[in-house]
């Protein structure tokens, strides 16, 4: 048992619908108590779809459990075929259908359908939602597929060149109820015919039966969301032969290294390295004089594997932040997120309790934290400004406005989100110059439209940063005075280092003295 509040991710059968309705002409049949259907809401609010997901819940009472529930999941499967005539059904559980063993899957495929019928199996107490959904896509390709692998793999991606026609690439991992994924293709799409390089089959997002049939007939495949789509290129790498691009191209220095990635793999001459520059508006706002304040910025991350790693990259490359805390909830992508940290000089948060995520923040006190809907909570707690980067997200973060991640327009998008929390230059130093304005007070950032007043002024030095509950250490009135003289966004760190050091030499008592040997000791 594990007691928990928030959850970053939802129960495997969650990423199944999430391929089901990302996809037509696929329907779903889970076996599931009633009640499940809450996960429609997912779909029609938080994405704002106009219709159902394709989903059968057969909706089983209490009472049912003592009758044949075996009958119930045949009765679903039949109306479900009627009334939608898929083209391919995937039938599975959810975690109460688990525990039951009605094995709804082998029931379907025992009932002569003229359609595929894909045997879902997903352990509801071991994984989670984004295994679900690439377990889900990597069934279905292969349920679809499996019968056109050729026994001899020849595949070259440089085909084309003797065809006569232009490269051909697949994208694949774009969901509903994935970060973006709507305004990333679009982006990816625009990229690539930048480069004379055509897109045949996107999925599962858009994507119907005869369209995934059609996967073998590209050069490459893109694997642009790993958590979805990377053991599905990595069964068609090994069946049919067909290379799949590993970068993901959030931030201009990524962009670059698929764009490099992709050209090689298909035999093309790489791109200009200096095509971002130019394309983007990230490289010339970031170097702007403006942004020097910038430099330096502490930042925690974290999100799912893939984002929390591009994001490490834009910062500490692009942004010139100073990334002090990175992990994530996608323990599939711990191996390459803690690489990224040790290159950092970090240790990797692996972990999916937001509580461990949140002390974790408190204790690396940043000025910015880049997270998912959780982490902007947290953040709010603590007083730090925050972007939301990857899922978990909310409705804000499906907005009607083009916003993608991927790309160079997905640079400047970023470069909007992340730096607007922070407060603006002139305020900052105006604030850190003048501490007793009336309005412009401790903490308020007025580009926010944020009131500021007595209450923001009020939450300054001790208050608003959660300390340790280590009662033996005493904030003399100057030591508070002093730490009080600390800009806002460095005061959480300034405060810990000054009790770290407190502690370390056996001294009970701050003082403004000893804030000032503590930054002493440690700019040492
Ligand atoms: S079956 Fe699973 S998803 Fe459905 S209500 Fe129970 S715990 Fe939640």
Redesign the pocket.
């Known amino acids: 048992m594990q007691l928990t509040l928030w959850t970053y991710e ?2 495997p ?2 990423g199944a619908m999430r391929i089901a309705a990302s996809m037509h002409g696929v329907h779903y049949v889970l076996h ?2 009633q ?2 259907t ?2 429609d809401l997912l779909f029609t609010m938080i994405e704002r779809r106009g219709q159902r997901p394709p989903v059968t819940y057969t909706t089983f009472q209490a009472r049912d459990l003592g009758g044949d529930t075996a009958e119930l999941v045949k009765r679903h499967v039949r109306e479900a075929v009627d009334r939608f005539q898929p083209d391919a059904l995937l039938v599975g559980e ?5 525990l039951i063993q009605d094995q709804p899957g082998a029931l379907a495929q025992g009932m002569e359908l003229t359609m595929p019928v894909v045997n879902l199996e997903l352990p ?1 107490y071991s994984k989670k939602e984004n295994w679900g959904a690439a377990e889900t896509f990597y069934q279905l390709i292969r349920n679809l597929l499996k019968a056109q692998a050729p026994t001899d793999i020849n595949h070259d991606p440089k085909a084309w060149q003797q065809e006569g026609r232009r490269p051909r690439v697949n994208l694949l991992g774009p969901s509903l109820l994935g970060f973006r994924c709507r305004d990333d293709v679009l982006e990816v799409q625009k990229l690539l015919t930048l480069h004379g390089i055509d897109v045949g089959v996107v999925a599962p997002l858009g994507a119907g039966v005869e369209d995934l049939k059609r996967i073998p007939d590209a050069d490459l495949n893109v694997c642009l969301y790993p958590e979805v789509a990377e053991s599905t290129c990595s069964w068609l790498e090994r069946n049919f032969g067909i290379p799949f691009s590993r970068t993901v191209p959030i931030g201009v220095g990524a962009t670059h290294d698929f764009l490099v990635e992709v050209h090689s793999l298909l035999g093309m001459e790489a791109p200009a390295p200096d095509e971002g520059y130019k394309r983007s508006r990230l490289p010339w706002y970031s170097e702007s004089v403006d942004s020097t304040y910038l430099t330096g910025k502490r930042v925690f991350i974290f999100g799912d594997g893939s984002h929390a790693l591009a994001a490490a990259r834009i910062c500490s490359e692009e942004l010139g932040f100073t990334v002090v805390g990175l992990g994530t909830y996608s323990r599939e992508m711990a191996r390459p997120v803690r690489a990224a940290a040790k290159a950092l000089g970090l240790e990797a948060l692996i972990c999916d309790d937001y509580l461990e995520v949140e002390a974790a923040m408190a204790e690396a006190a940043p000025e910015l934290v880049l997270g998912t809907q959780m982490e902007r909570h947290s953040a709010k707690r603590l007083g730090i400004p925050c972007s939301v980067i990857s899922t978990p997200m909310h409705v804000q973060d499906v907005p009607a406005r083009m916003s993608p991640q991927m790309g160079w327009e997905g640079a400047n998008v970023i470069f909007d989100d992340w730096v607007h929390p922070l407060m603006m230059g002139l305020e900052e130093h105006l604030i850190g110059m003048f501490r007793h304005d009336f309005e412009f007070v401790d903490g308020h950032q007025s580009h926010l439209g944020h009131a500021g007043g007595a209450g923001a002024a009020d939450s300054s030095a001790l208050s608003d940063i959660p300390g340790e509950g280590d009662g033996a250490l005493h904030w003399t009135a100057d030591g508070e005075a002093e730490l009080k003289k600390i800009p806002f966004f460095v005061r959480g760190k300034v405060r810990r280092n000054t009790e770290a050091y407190a502690r370390d030499t056996g001294c009970r008592e701050i003082s403004s003295e000893t804030l000032y040997d503590a930054k002493a000791h440690f700019k040492a």
Not at 94 to 98: D, K, R
């Open positions: 939802g129960p059968h969650v599931a108590p009640g499940d809450y996960a959810s975690c109460t259908a688990e509801a």
